[in-house]
């Protein structure tokens, strides 16, 4: 049973960082793909970031230059270090894990088998 559990949400002023975790309880990060997704109220789920592990990065267009996304395999941890937050970027951020090789691109929902619960982040203007 794999279980995500993300942390590290909140309100924040544009401009801004925030860094979201997610720490995967009865999973081994091995040829796995992990990725961020976000949802806004009235909108489509969407990827935000994902990350094999491998180490390959792929990233929203909206996000990059922007959001980081890293894994600590010791830890079972993947974070998104988020800067220069905007008040688009709010929404809520759920962490996902699917496997490595599928036919759904990354920023797909249907590529992941797991989710997390969810973590809030508003940024204000």
């Known amino acids: 049973q794999v279980h995500l559990v993300e942390s590290g949400g909140g309100s924040v002023q544009a401009g801004g960082s925030l860094r979201l975790s997610c720490t995967a309880f009865?999973?081994?990060?091995?040829?796995?793909?992990m990725g961020w997704f976000r949802q806004a109220p009235g909108k489509e789920r969407e990827g935000v970031a994902a990350?094999?592990?491998?180490?390959?990065?792929s990233y929203a267009d909206s996000v990059k230059g922007r959001f980081t996304i890293s894994q600590d395999n010791n830890k079972n941890t993947l974070s998104l270090q988020m800067s220069s937050l905007k008040p688009e970027d709010t929404a809520m951020y759920y962490c996902?894990?699917?496997?490595?090789?599928?036919?759904?691109?990354?920023?797909?929902?249907?590529?992941?088998?797991?989710w997390g619960q969810g973590t809030q982040v508003t940024v204000s203007s």
């Open positions: 996902a894990a699917g496997r490595l090789y599928s036919g759904y691109p990354w920023y797909s929902p249907s590529r992941y088998d797991y």
């Open positions: 009865g999973y081994m990060f091995s040829r796995i793909c």
């Open positions: 990350m094999s592990s491998s180490g390959a990065t």
